[in-house]
């Protein structure tokens, strides 16, 4: 079937991109046919329309305008497509026929320059013998970061860094990233093994090992593999890639892809949202930059003290000045978004407006140094200024010769000031006269015609023309040229207006092409002063950083931590500052202790007790001391963490067939191999998801491997199982802990207190009834309790007709017991759990180490139980 020539050559560069959308420049716009068009269409949500192909008839055809095709093509790779752009690599007026068209970039997912405050990793998979490496690419920052280890903990740093694709070479596929392509939907790209000399060009070194990252290792075969990647997508060599740098830091705290869900670090657990999330609560960055850096630190807290030290100076000189805070604030509100500025330079997608955005943000960035530069600053400040390259040279170069608004568009004039260029000046000055020359004869015209309306104008299909309405066209002298008929007026042209033509038009070519190609010189300085530009983002973000945690600090009253090198906890008044945050007035703050001397907390109490917000907040308390931001307590002193697991809540992973008991035990084992005395682990209810003696069984076995193993992680332990509260009289490192209840005749009310004591009982029935459980269910299963506690039935041995039943409802709906069984539920409450008399619940306390709100609850419990026995 015969096409076209234009049809024929866009499916002969279809057929080398079978895998993308192809976007074919057509003049102003780049068009999409066949079944490309039908997609994007689609998914753009655009106008299909239709072309004549030749003898292939009518074909569907979609596109889109050149200038807008970015965002455009961000909403196709957030859908996950690949882009193919072709581009005219000739000039149209030149060519000889067809213009020839070229692919010039290929976009995908992890190669596309993302506008998201947050980073996106395109990812590489390094395999040498059974060795694996590891390369994170940002193109649209810059960064770069690679390294080698063994499955599992390759495994974590995909789920950790999320890129949103990977490259990879086929027959080279682990197992491990079978499993996170299944559970995450990346997308997976085959690509052949990268050569290793690609390091050496990108780099302009003479071998990879002067990168630290070896020659032959798997980190360099991995580096290798998404460089090349890169230039095969982008059809260039990205300048402002940075060296890499190391992906598996041992100086940062471990914080699995599980814990940070439980602990909802950046996301909440229920619907993903950042909002509600820590992350949500702690950004109040002013830059694209700083928020970025602010989630990193979050997600890799530090595990260097003198660091550590030096970032709580910082906001804490910061929280104590006022003045400097907000002045600092208000300049970095004017930086762009650096890195990713010279990003698009290098892309080639720089324009003069980008020019101005990277003069602007560095001169703010100048004030940011004034206003600190005012205070006396602590080490970590001093330094970061320090660090700082002069960069004036570059400023005054792009604000003396830019005009204040420059068009879009680089290619079409108007970038540059007058006096920049003496050539530019003098093609100018011919455009300038041309124009006037025009103007004089459109009024020379208009005055010889009689026809006031007339005026000239200019489109490219017919260059210069004098434009007269139909009213007029009897007044038309007989030398004006007719070209063409609209359906009000007529064009003509003149010979004079044609021989001034080609002078005019091709002073402005000319002009054009001087300020594209003085502009060229522009993008070529920026990439030059990409290294420093980069070292002006990277404090900037880090300046940010800091007078954000200082900002939240101030607002949220916050303090500053004291860290020590030995493992331990010790929180007064600690506070989840999300769920207070939620809860304005209402949040009861605790305290918390855990040292080699308490190693292990077992924590009962009834489900709405707070917990899990107990244990979580003193997990979140330790991970902003360490990532150096100040904390949500009346004081803390925190020893230096290496991990954080938790375990906290249920979840399934129905897609993997496996259950939420199953999930659950998966997760305890990756705790149970991985932590170490210096470890923080959080465990809520293991055991809960199998039978009762099941449960129980590996809930004790838990306890006692973390007890008597040499290296203790810190630990958290929420039970329901009481019987695991015996633990403490076993090992004299454990201590039993309970969230206080108050309970009258009416119900109970949740204090959200600790004590330190164990919960006598779980109030499931309470909770029940408080949740709006039918009547008649809650009240059954109160009897079928009160039987278990007394001799411990089959559910058959209870009797089930309404007469049977010891329990009735008064008038207002709620359950009154016969008064035989209320005296013997009352005895039985009395001599619950480890108390088996009152005079041994008496005997047990220990009055001179409890707060007065200890002893005042524990009062309050005792009057209860003394009362029902009556």
Not at 124 to 147: K, N, P, Q, R
Not at 203 to 220: C, D, K, P, R, W
Not at 457 to 484: C, D, L, M, W
Request: net charge negative; aromatic share 6%; charged share 25%.
């Amino acid at each position: 079937m015969a096409l076209t020539p234009m049809m024929r050559q866009y499916q002969e560069i279809k057929t080398s991109h079978q895998d993308a959308l192809l976007m074919f420049r057509l003049g102003d716009f780049y068009e999409l046919f066949f079944d490309d068009a039908v997609t994007a269409s689609r998914e753009l949500d655009i106008t299909l329309t239709g072309r004549d192909a030749g003898e292939a008839g009518r074909i569907p055809m979609c596109g889109v305008p050149y200038h807008a095709v970015e965002q455009y093509l961000e909403r196709l790779i957030d859908k996950g497509y690949r882009v193919a752009i072709c581009d005219q690599v000739e000039d149209p007026k030149a060519a000889k026929g067809l213009v020839q068209r070229e692919v010039v970039r290929i976009v995908t997912p992890g190669t596309a320059l993302s506008k998201e405050q947050s980073n996106r990793f395109l990812a590489a998979i390094g395999c040498v013998g059974s060795h694996y490496g590891l390369a994170m690419v940002d193109v649209g920052t810059g960064e770069v970061f690679a390294g080698e280890a063994g499955e599992v903990e390759c495994a974590r740093q995909l789920q950790l860094w999320e890129p949103i694709e990977i490259v990879a070479v086929k027959g080279q596929i682990p197992n491990w990233l079978d499993d996170f392509i299944a559970e995450t939907g990346t997308l997976l790209t085959y690509r052949p093994s990268g050569r290793i000399d690609v390091i050496q060009t990108q780099y302009s070194v003479a071998s990879s090992a002067v990168l630290g990252i070896g020659e032959n290792t798997a980190t360099a075969v991995a580096v290798a593999n998404v460089l090349q990647y890169i230039q095969e997508t982008q059809k260039m060599t990205l300048r402002h890639l940075q060296e890499p740098r190391p992906l598996f830091e041992q100086t940062h705290l471990v914080l699995n892809q599980t814990a940070m869900h439980h602990l909802e670090l950046t996301a909440t657990a229920r619907d993903g949202s950042r909002k509600g999330s820590l992350l949500g609560l702690l950004d109040a960055t002013v830059t694209a930059a700083g928020g970025r850096m602010l989630r990193a630190w979050l997600e890799r807290p530090l595990c260097q003290i003198d660091a550590i030290s030096e970032r709580h100076e910082a906001v804490d000189a910061l929280v104590n000045d006022l003045i400097v805070r907000e002045e600092v604030r208000e300049a970095l509100r004017g930086v762009h978004d650096l890195a990713r500025l010279v990003a698009r330079f290098a892309f080639n997608s720089g324009n003069a407006r980008d020019l101005l955005a990277l003069a602007n943000s560095l001169a703010n960035g100048q004030s940011v140094v004034d206003a600190l530069s005012a205070a006396k600053l602590p080490p970590l400040l001093q330094n970061l200024l320090a660090r700082l390259p002069n960069v004036k040279r570059l400023v005054d170069g792009i604000t003396q010769q830019i005009v204040d608004d420059p068009p879009v568009q680089t290619r079409e004039g108007g970038l540059f000031r007058e006096g920049v260029d003496d050539e530019l000046d003098r093609l100018r000055t011919l455009q300038s006269s041309g124009r006037t020359w025009l103007r004089d004869l459109e009024q020379q015209e208009r005055e010889r015609t009689g026809i006031k309306s007339l005026k000239i104008g200019y489109n490219k299909v017919f260059g210069y023309y004098i434009e007269v309405s139909k009213t007029h066209s009897a007044n038309v002298p007989g030398e004006y040229e007719r070209r063409q008929t609209l359906a009000n007026a007529e064009r003509f042209v003149l010979p004079e207006l044609k021989a001034r033509e080609t002078e005019i038009l091709s002073a402005e070519e000319r002009a054009m092409a001087k300020e594209y190609e003085l502009f060229q010189v522009f993008r070529e300085r920026v990439l030059e002063y990409g290294g420093q530009i980069r070292v002006w983002a990277d404090v900037l973000a880090e300046i940010d950083v800091l007078q954000s945690l200082a900002h939240v600090a101030t607002e949220r009253r916050f303090v500053r931590p004291e860290m020590k090198l030995e493992a331990g906890i010790q929180i007064t008044g600690g506070r989840h500052p999300v769920v207070e945050m939620l809860t304005p007035g209402r949040f009861v703050p605790n305290d918390t202790v855990l040292d080699p001397q308490q190693h292990m907390i077992v924590l009962t109490g009834p489900n709405m007790g707070g917990k899990s917000t107990y244990m979580r907040q003193t997990a979140i308390i330790v991970i902003m001391a360490q990532m150096g931001g100040f904390v949500p307590a009346e004081s803390a002193t925190v020893g230096i963490v290496d991990q954080i697991f938790a375990r906290i809540g249920a979840a399934d992973d129905l897609g993997r067939g496996q259950s939420t008991f199953m999930v659950e035990m998966i997760e305890l084992a990756e705790i149970l191999r991985q932590s170490t005395g210096r470890s923080l682990v959080l465990l809520d209810e293991i055991g809960r998801g199998t039978s009762t003696y099941d449960g129980l069984s590996i809930a004790e076995a838990v306890l006692e491997e973390l007890s008597i193993r040499e290296e203790k992680p810190l630990t958290m332990f929420a039970t329901h199982y009481h019987e695991l509260i015996q633990f403490s009289a076993q090992f004299e490192r454990v201590r039993n802990y309970s969230m206080a209840v108050e309970e009258t005749r009416d119900g109970i009310t949740f204090l959200h207190t600790v004590v330190t004591r164990p919960s006598d009982r779980s109030y499931g029935i309470q909770v029940a009834r408080l949740a709006g459980l039918p009547q008649q269910v809650v009240a059954r299963a109160a009897e079928l309790l009160r039987a278990r506690e007394t001799t411990g039935p089959a559910l058959d041995e209870v009797a089930v007709t309404g007469e049977d039943r010891p329990a009735k409802q008064d008038e207002r709906g709620s359950v009154s017991e016969a008064p035989e069984v209320r005296e013997k539920e009352g005895a039985l409450a009395l001599f619950d759990g480890p108390y088996r008399s009152f005079a041994e619940m008496v005997a047990q306390m220990n009055v001179l180490s409890m707060t007065p709100l200890d002893a005042m609850n524990r009062l309050n419990e005792i009057v209860e139980k003394a009362r029902r026995m009556l």
